[in-house]
């Protein structure tokens, strides 16, 4: 067994219970809000937008994200209650997701979306702070890597079962 490296380590694939929960909540949260990648065109299409203010949408997502996170980032490493504000933008993030069910017009689409960019503002920095700090010595690079590569499958996974979903419920071209 000497020759066997990916024995030797019993705990190679082992991570803390901190890592473990941040992990499958951050999961969750990337396949629940990629359900909606695969149909996010015909959406702002059928609120009366078109290419243009879909690409308007995720500019002001991607903007607003950009200028408030580096406040909240800040402002989360001054308090003691980091798990705090994760959920808080856990549950604002899962709000602006519930209000797309009342976008009527291409305004309340661009409303939802700074919703979810003050969420996202507020839950990136806060997941990565905690991640930060119960990584295990060591195996930063590891666990980093187990985060990145469930995030991708899971985007994936739902991105492909939203599209089976608007199939499936009539959302057709």
Do not use: C
């Not at 959406?43 to 200028?67: D, H, K, Q």
């Not at 408030?68 to 209650?81: A, P």
């Amino acid at each position: 067994m000497e020759n066997a490296p990916l024995l030797r380590d019993e705990k190679r694939f082992v991570f803390n219970r901190a890592i473990k929960l941040l992990v499958l909540f951050d999961s969750l949260l990337y396949l629940s809000s990629s359900f909606l990648s695969p149909i996010f065109a015909i959406f702002v299409e059928r609120v009366g937008g078109g290419v243009v203010e879909a690409g308007w949408a995720s500019a002001i997502f991607y903007f607003v994200s950009g200028l408030l996170i580096i406040v909240w980032g800040k402002l989360i490493d001054q308090t003691k209650e980091k798990e705090l504000w994760l959920l808080f933008g856990y549950l604002i993030i899962a709000s602006g997701y519930f209000m797309y069910i009342f976008v009527d017009s291409v305004w309340k689409l661009f409303l939802v979306e700074v919703v979810l960019a003050i969420g996202t503002s507020i839950q990136n920095p806060s997941f990565k702070t905690l991640f930060s700090i119960h990584l295990d010595k060591g195996r930063e690079g590891q666990e980093w890597g187990m985060w990145e590569s469930l995030t991708y499958f899971t985007m994936g996974i739902g991105a492909a079962v939203g599209g089976m979903i608007a199939i499936a419920w009539g959302f057709h071209i």
